[in-house]
């Protein structure tokens, strides 16, 4: 029995599963629209030092406010990332959303360009060199490219934009059993069971792959006799699981992730990484638990089963898979 089976036959087995799609009572419309700046703001950043707009930058990220992060970024930038592009970001990179200080080594700005390097501190008390590159435009100093180094190497990552991260994912891998379209990469195979979904990459020359596993889990609010409350309950139960199965796991703590259906409606869930040991091997896993509607009553999970020494590689390419996601 594989590792992936083995985990979630067990929430499976416990959990009701809904044999009909509910409908929402409710539905949450996005407006269509850009971002009103207030102008009195820019006029006091059109001086500031660009410290204070990096400060400005987190501050807005560690809040919550993506929407206002994404207006502190150059005209450039938003023609090449789109905000979806930039959440994504952010989630790739759970230190910018966690973030509590950061201490500036050097700041320059010479002919309408400008940087920030130094280092973010997170509420876990770890750290991370990070640089902000900038532009002007007019009087204002704009963010033109968010700069981290990857876990793997000293590279640093970019923002990346919606075409570059969704390059490789010209394949549909639709699920009208559960209910939701999704692009992946070509060379990936798909398989439906029962509740089940699952994606897998081509083994690699070491014999591994990255696997991709959707479920979809009714709750107490669909069905009073099944196991799991709501979102919270879960989780805890899959990282007992995870303890309970393997060696030396490792779960950071859970961050808030929202996903837009395919009728535009938008809906919060939780999201973690977990590290662990199985059959003497290092594994690391993104799962994301999100509500199929507004009551919860039924929730899909998500989880990123890779290699430790894969994920950071192949996350670009599971983020994308995730925006492209369209719950129906």
Avoid at 175 to 183: A, C, N, P, R, T
Wanted: aromatic letters at 10%.
């Amino acid at each position: 029995m594989s590792k992936e089976t083995q985990i979630n036959d067990e929430v499976l087995e416990s959990a009701k599963v809904p044999k009909k799609k509910m409908e929402l009572w409710k539905k949450i419309l996005i407006g269509v629209g850009g971002f009103v700046i207030a102008i009195i703001l820019l006029a006091s950043w059109a001086t500031a030092d660009l410290n204070k707009v990096v400060d400005k930058e987190l501050n807005l990220i560690r809040s919550g406010d993506y929407k206002g992060a994404y207006a502190l970024t150059s005209s450039a930038f938003q023609k090449e990332t789109s905000y979806d592009g930039f959440t994504a970001f952010l989630n790739q990179y759970p230190i910018l959303k966690n973030n509590v200080k950061f201490s500036s080594d050097s700041s320059e700005r010479k002919d309408g360009i400008g940087s920030v390097k130094g280092t973010l501190k997170a509420k876990d008390g770890a750290t991370l060199p990070l640089e902000i590159q900038f532009v002007q435009e007019g009087n204002w100093w704009l963010i033109h490219e968010i700069k981290l180094p990857s876990s793997n190497s000293t590279d640093s990552a970019k923002v990346e934009t919606d075409q570059s991260s969704n390059s490789a994912l010209a394949v549909n891998c639709d699920s009208k059993e559960l209910g939701f379209s999704l692009q992946c990469p070509s060379n990936w195979t798909k398989q439906q069971k029962d509740y089940q979904f699952i994606v897998a990459s081509p083994k690699d020359t070491n014999g591994k792959n990255t696997i991709v596993l959707i479920q979809k889990i009714g709750t107490r609010v669909y069905d009073k006799t099944a196991k799991y409350k709501g979102i919270n309950d879960l989780l805890k139960s899959l990282v007992s699981i995870f303890r309970s199965q393997y060696k030396n796991v490792k779960a950071n703590s859970p961050t808030e992730i929202s996903y837009t259906k395919a009728d535009g409606t938008v809906l919060k869930g939780k999201q973690y990484e977990i590290s662990y040991e199985y059959n003497k091997e290092k594994f690391k896993d993104w799962q994301a638990i999100v509500p199929e509607n507004e009551d919860g009553s039924i929730i899909f999970t998500w989880e990123y089963i890779s290699s430790a020494d894969q994920y950071d590689a192949n996350l670009p390419t599971i983020q994308g898979m995730f925006n492209s996601w369209k719950v129906q």
